[in-house]
């Protein structure tokens, strides 16, 4: 680009030029400053011509000068990056969103989110979809949020994927529960290198939805994530496996502590729960 070779002075190498080629220290200021402000028209050229590059490197020399042979013009950097959102270049228009988060300005934020997102700004669809799922910005509208979701997910974008496998897991937002197709969603994430949703394959590695029965698996999967907020059923899993004796030695009374862990919010463990009792000694056993 031939605004860089004025903007990163390397005319000085091209014309092999140099301070002992001119007169005076004024002399060689003079020249540095009429082509370093070359690359200014050159920019634009090429930022208006689909370069968006050419817009943060025009940014960088309006917000700072050049030492001191350019004056910083901070009024100019100002407006570049809204520039080229409309232009359409997702990176600013991400740039224009965050911005407009911090200042407190939630609608033009999840405006220029979602324009980046259909422009095809990474992660920006699952951004928008969470915002329309919990009204940031504007009205709550679960439907879009749905949709915004999908486009994340047929985007390879983790939280999408992540999103989606819970839906089917659990049959929300309208969605048929189907463990099969969350399990597919859940392995999608993974091999892009997301562990989020460990919990449901903990669960699917135990029940064989959507892959074969593997209590080993299972057993890893919920042992790692049986903490988080997200892990009701890790300990689902745990305590299956120990009052079972599922691939690991029957250990009761372990086995019902997780149970117990998750029971006021999982019928399935309240279930499971209920074919146990405290024995004379203080210890579980099967009623």
Sequence with gaps: ????????????????????????????????????????????????GGIYLAGNNLYNYYLNGDEDLVAPQPDKARDIYKIGAEMGYPVHQIICAQNAEQAGQMEESRKWYRKAAENGYPNAWYQVATWYEKGIGGPADMAEAVYCYKQSAESNETGGLNVLAEYYFYGRNGFPKDPARAFRYCQKAMDLGSTYNRPIMARCNLEGWGTPVDYAEAYTMASKSSSWSNG????????????????????????VEFLRQICDHHPEAQEELKKYKKGLFGGWKRR
Excluded: H
Excluded at 11 to 29: G, M, T, V, Y
Excluded at 233 to 247: A, T
């Design 1 to 48: 680009m031939i605004g860089n070779s004025y903007f990163w002075w390397d005319f000085l190498r091209i014309q092999q030029k140099s301070a002992e080629d001119f007169p005076s220290r004024e002399a060689f200021k003079a020249y540095l400053k009429e082509n370093i402000t070359q690359c200014e028209d050159w920019f634009w050229k090429a930022f208006r």
């Design 232 to 255: 009701a059923e890790s300990c689902y899993v745990l305590g299956r496996i120990y009052c079972d004796g599922l691939g690991k030695p029957e250990d009761i009374g372990k086995g």
